[in-house]
């Protein structure tokens, strides 16, 4: 099972910091919307490499910042401790959170 992966790396006055956006490979470009809500899997932040979920989440234990799309990226996120299951939100039926490290 294979999901998107995009890293930026920013600097704040010398410190790196890795923020990053994943999603399910088949949410890439998708819109999903619940009344005023909008949750939109765009590419210019989670279009990255396609990589397998394994390694998806070695870069999000590594990261500041992950903002993560998808039932499988989820789940898997979970299962690794690193999401705690009430710290997930659904938008029309699609699972997201985040992770904010500082």
């Given at each position: ?23 399910d ?33 070695a ?7 992950v ?17 705690h ?18």
């Open positions: 099972m294979r999901v998107y992966v995009k890293v930026i790396e920013v600097d704040e006055g010398g410190v790196v910091r890795r923020i990053t956006g994943m999603c490979e088949e949410l890439l470009g998708k819109a999903f919307r619940d009344g005023d809500l909008v949750l939109e899997v765009n590419e210019e932040f989670f279009g990255g490499s396609v990589v397998e979920l394994d390694e998806a989440l870069i999000a234990e590594s990261s500041e910042s903002m993560a799309v998808g039932e499988r990226i989820i789940s898997k996120l979970i299962h690794a401790k690193l999401v299951p009430l710290a997930v939100n659904r938008i029309a039926g699609i699972p997201y959170s985040f992770i904010l490290r500082y």
